[in-house]
């Protein structure tokens, strides 16, 4: 895992772009859920629509809603324990090169 110089632009660029990719698909079905599950809570009251398929739209919407939050929340999840693990690496290769990081804890004290 390469970790990016974050004083340059291109460095920057490329850090938003790793950090956009963790959880891809967790986040995308999360959202589309949720989004379908809304449309279909206001489609009654909107278009006039009592019925989808045999089944009552709010309750689809509600089962919709209920999949997509846990979906938005492992999302949230992974992506946090991505980053933590991201920095924990960051302070394992400060200490393997001898370099004091922001992150590792200070060496005095210790015998």
Do not use: N
């Not at 079905?29 to 089944?55: I, Q």
């Not at 999302?75 to 590792?104: C, D, H, N, P, W």
């Amino acid at each position: 895992m390469k970790h990016h110089d974050l004083s340059t632009r291109e460095g920057r660029k490329a850090h938003r772009h790793e950090m956009r990719m963790v959880a891809v698909r967790p986040r995308r079905w999360g959202l589309w859920l949720l989004t379908a599950g809304f449309l279909l809570v206001l489609t009654p009251s909107a278009l006039d629509v009592h019925s989808l398929f045999g089944l009552w739209p709010p309750m689809l919407g509600a089962v919709c809603v209920v999949v997509g939050v846990p979906l938005l929340v492992a999302s949230v999840v992974l992506k946090r324990r991505y980053v933590r693990e991201r920095a924990a690496g960051q302070v394992m290769v400060g200490r393997i090169r001898g370099r004091s990081t922001a992150f590792s804890p200070p060496a005095s004290g210790r015998g």
